[in-house]
Every structure is written in structure tokens, then in C-alpha cells.
């Protein structure tokens, strides 16, 4: 930003000055924040007056706060100092509106600047804040180039509630519920339950799930239990529920993966469908413009072409499913074949099977390094073209470890929320971590439910 003042002695009467900016929901946020004023009509969707219509309204004074903007920038600009500010409110601005802030000198005297300010709805040309300020103009010339500041990112997981808003008005998916006998896998799956996502059957140890249903408070009522013990032999009967059509869905409970998967993987009894098993975590990034997803993390450890054929795909059919254009970014530590690295390859392998249509329903790119897949100007820097290069929302992984590295990184560093999911089976399996947050677990149960639907 190039910042440049005028000196009392330049302004004139007439002058004037104007910006536009685009109340966004985040905004919102921030200034409650810095303000303290946590109004929930300014934070929520709520309805609170009852007229049908949601809130989201902008606060007045965050409205009013965008005048200093011309002022301490444009008009006077840089150097400037506030004596008096008069503000008439006159209707309000809304998350998504655009509006126009304009200053416009009345008269000067003695270093006082007298100045109009208004801030108007630019749809409809509305009065939003109208007044006049009187600021100290300053009196010598500044500029300055390449003006920045630290960016903010709001931790906010604005895509994970788009998709639970989705999936509550669906019909709830049957969901069996292998082993949930403890207080984090039970609760999860109540909760989801509560949110009319899934109807769950209980499958376990009896006692222990009332055990772990008295130690969190909750009320067993008319759900159903199967009493079973072991691990294998729950999942292997989450497994024959879902042949007898009464799941449409299995839930990971407090058991270890791989008990989970062996009988799932059993060619008579399991739930495979002619494709590897993979996983997918759906990754909320606070400050990204859509999930990211991250595959595989959590089951092939080091995947052959034929399985990261099958991780690509399972990944853009979930995509599809959630109403998203997929582009996938193949990852390798360079974003050109080196024949000495596997990864990039492998990478360039799949995005000419996408080409000749071995994988269909979205585009694939590869290989591309971390940064020029999802930042576009490190692609543009190293002159990749293309519609994914700088804006891949899917991200395959050369390995679990790698994958695991890169969801944790986004979840510990970067404040995001992750859903689990394991795909190529008969019908979705939800893989939830004991240190999941109860957002992570809704989440997972939503994906799971959107796409259980879809596909049938």
C-alpha cells in the first residue's frame, strides 16, 4: 500500500476523498474482539428480534471506525489527529454488504481541518453514518511505499458449519457404533444423534457403554444396544449390519483402528467394494476459502500407483459429494519429475491417468510442492499454469507419514479442525481420535451422512 498525506496548506474547501471495503462476517468477529462488545446479533445467525431474518448486523461503531480510515489515509492521511467526531446512525449494514466511506473538507482554520464524512450501502445508495469531524492536519509531507501490515486470521470454522447446516435437514443416517465405551466415543456419537445427523446403534460390551454412558450423564433411552465383546467380532457385526441394510454408516469407537478394518476387509463378510480402503481428513483451515483435504493419512502407509489411483478418486467422489469442484494437488518435494524421487513420479503418473480418463470427476496436477499447490502466488512465481497449481483443494500425500505430518501441522499450527473418514468401503466409515474436538466429531458424522446420501 502506498501511503502519501496533504499538508494543511494543500487542502482546499471541495476536497475530498473516498475508499469502499466489504463488511465481511470475519470482520465482525475481529472487532468484537479488539472491543469486547460480543452482542451476539453482530457474531451469530441468530434471529433475535423474531422478523424472519437472520442477524449478522455490522456494529454501528465498527460502521462509524471506517471513516478514520479516509482519514488517517487519504484525507488528510498520515500525521492526521482526531479532535472531534459527530456521528447520526441512520440504518444498519449487514455481513456481505459493500459500502462507500467518503470525506470531504468544509473549512480550515488555525491547523483545525473541518470535514463531511458519511458511510453509504453502495446497493442501494442508503445513508448508513453521516456527521462531521475537525482533525489536526499535519503540517509536513509524508510517503511512504509498500506499506503492510501483520496479516489476522480469524479462528473460524465457517466450512464445517456450512456442511453440518447441510446435513441436518437430511435424513438422519443409521449409523453402528463400534465399541463406544468411553465418555469421548459415546459422547460423539450422541451428540451427533442429538443434531438429528445420525440414529446410532450401539455396538459393544453392554455394561461397559452404560458405564461410560453414567460417567458423562446420558440417557440410553430407546437407542439400541447389541451386547458383544471383543473388538473384532463388534466390528465384524457393524459389518453384517450394514448387508442386512439396517446401516448406512459405521462409527469408530474406542477401539484401535486395525481392529476396526480387519473384518471390514474379510472378502465374504467385509464391506469392500473393489477398491483399496483410504482415508480422508476434511481440514477446516481458518483464512483458506474451502476445506482442504489431506489423503492418505491414517491406513496406507507407502501406496503404489494402483492405491494412490484409488486414494485420488475415493477423495474426488467425496468432493463431489460435498458440492465442491475438485483439484487435486499430487505432492512430491518438487513440482517436476526427478527421476531419483518416487513422489514425483508417481505424481505425474496420476495426473496423466486423470488426462486419459482412469480418473474421473475432477482435475489432477502433479507434481507440485506443498507451497505452488495451494498458494498462487508461489505457483505463478514458478510458472505453473493451469486451473489447480495455487488452488488445489485436495491434497494426496506421497506417504502416512507425510500425511500425518501435514494434518497435525494444520491442526496444531494452524488452528484447524479435521474430519476423518474412510472411504472405499461399502458404505462410509467414521474414524474419530480420541483428542478430537466435538466440532471435529460433528463434522465427521455430517461428511459422512452428505455423502452416505449422495451415493445412494
Not at 7 to 28: H, N, V, W, Y
Amino acid at each position: 500500500m502506498r501511503l502519501v498525506n496533504r499538508t494543511f496548506d494543500e487542502l482546499q474547501p471541495g476536497d475530498s476523498a473516498e475508499l469502499r471495503r466489504l463488511i465481511t462476517a470475519d470482520d465482525l468477529f475481529v472487532f468484537a474482539a479488539a472491543s469486547g462488545n460480543y452482542n451476539p446479533m453482530h457474531l451469530t445467525d441468530t434471529d433475535l428480534d423474531a422478523d424472519g431474518q437472520t442477524e449478522r448486523v455490522a456494529p454501528g461503531m465498527f460502521v462509524a471506525s471506517l471513516i478514520s480510515a479516509v482519514l488517517g489515509t487519504q484525507l488528510p492521511g498520515p500525521g492526521t489527529t482526531y479532535r472531534r467526531q459527530v456521528l447520526d446512525f441512520h440504518d444498519r449494514a449487514l455481513a456481505g454488504q459493500e459500502v462507500l466511506i467518503r470525506a470531504s473538507v468544509l473549512s480550515k482554520s488555525a491547523g483545525l481541518v473541518h470535514l463531511r464524512t458519511e458511510v453509504r450501502r453502495l446497493s442501494d445508495d442508503a445513508p448508513l453514518v453521516t456527521g462531521e469531524a475537525e482533525v489536526l492536519a499535519p503540517t509536513s509531507k509524508f510517503s511512504a511505499e509498500d506499506v503492510e501490515l501483520p496479516g489476522l486470521i480469524v479462528q473460524r470454522h465457517r466450512h464445517f458449519e456450512a456442511i453440518l447446516a447441510r446435513a441436518r435437514p437430511l435424513p438422519a443416517i443409521t449409523t453402528a457404533v463400534v465399541c463406544p465405551d468411553d465418555a469421548n466415543s459415546l459422547g460423539g456419537a450422541l451428540m451427533a444423534m442429538r443434531e438429528s445427523i445420525i440414529i446410532p446403534i450401539l455396538v459393544g460390551h453392554a455394561a461397559a457403554i452404560h458405564a461410560a454412558a453414567a460417567e458423562i450423564g446420558a440417557d440410553l433411552s430407546g437407542i439400541e444396544i447389541i451386547d458383544i465383546q471383543g473388538d473384532q467380532p463388534a466390528a465384524a457385526r457393524a459389518c453384517a449390519l450394514v448387508h442386512e441394510g439396517r446401516a448406512q454408516a459405521v462409527m469408530k469407537g474406542h477401539l484401535h483402528t486395525d481392529d476396526l478394518l480387519k473384518p471390514m476387509v474379510e472378502r465374504d463378510t467385509g464391506l469392500r467394494i473393489g477398491r483399496r480402503f483410504t482415508h480422508v481428513f476434511v481440514m477446516d483451515v481458518p483464512g483458506q476459502p474451502e476445506p482442504i483435504f489431506v489423503t492418505d493419512a491414517a491406513i496406507n502407509i507407502a501406496p503404489d500407483l494402483p492405491t494412490k489411483q484409488d486414494i485420488v478418486q475415493n477423495a474426488i467422489d467425496l468432493a463431489l459429494s460435498l458440492g465442491m469442484d475438485p483439484r487435486v494437488g499430487v505432492l512430491s518435494a518438487v513440482e517436476t519429475v526427478n527421476p531419483a524421487i518416487q513422489s514425483s513420479i508417481d505424481a505425474a503418473l496420476l495426473s496423466k491417468m486423470a488426462d486419459r480418463g482412469q480418473i474421473t470427476g475432477g482435475q489432477v496436477e502433479g507434481p507440485l510442492a506443498m507451497d505452488n499447490a495451494i498458494d498462487m502466488a508461489a505457483a505463478r512465481t514458478k510458472g505453473l499454469k493451469g486451473n489447480v497449481a495455487g488452488r488445489a483443494n485436495i491434497l494426496v500425500v506421497p506417504g502416512i507419514d507425510a500425511g500425518n505430518m501435514l494434518a497435525k501441522q494444520l491442526a496444531f499450527v494452524s488452528h484447524a479442525e479435521g474430519a476423518g473418514l474412510v472411504l472405499g468401503a461399502k458404505v462410509p466409515v467414521i474414524l474419530n481420535s480420541r483428542s478430537d474436538s466435538p466440532m471435529s466429531r460433528l463434522a465427521s458424522c455430517a461428511v459422512a451422512a452428505i455423502h452416505s446420501l449422495n451415493r445412494r
